[in-house]
């Protein structure tokens, strides 16, 4: 598994963090699949990351909090909203960042690098 590496900063980090319902999880994992094949392509989308176990938690990264607001007025997108607020969601939150600084580790042939 790869991390994804980020453009110069400053860039917008929203951050989606949700509980499933214990019911009907039927097209959720397609509908997951569609989402990120659409964001992929909206102007200003740089990359996600995503994890699940009991919480999920998926971390887009845009360029621009008006690329943001595009891909929130999505018509599809508006659509899986509906759907996961009637189907797949207990709960969840979103959360929109804006990134001005970033460092990393990377453990290398037996070395340790740290990248501000």
Not at 74 to 86: K, Y
Request: net charge negative.
């Amino acid at each position: 598994m790869k991390i994804n590496s980020l453009p110069v900063i400053p860039y917008y980090a929203v951050i989606f963090t949700s509980l499933k319902t214990s019911m009907d999880h039927e097209g959720y994992a397609a509908m997951a699949d569609k989402m990120f094949s659409l964001a992929a392509i909206q102007p200003g989308f740089l990359c996600v990351e995503t994890a699940r176990e009991s919480m999920g938690i998926t971390v887009s990264y845009w360029e621009s909090e008006e690329a943001i607001f595009h891909w929130k007025e999505n018509l599809e997108h508006l659509m899986a909203q509906e759907l996961g607020i009637e189907k797949w969601y207990e709960y969840y939150i979103v959360r929109v960042c804006k990134v001005e600084r970033q460092y990393s580790f990377q453990k290398e042939n037996g070395l340790h690098t740290i990248k501000e």
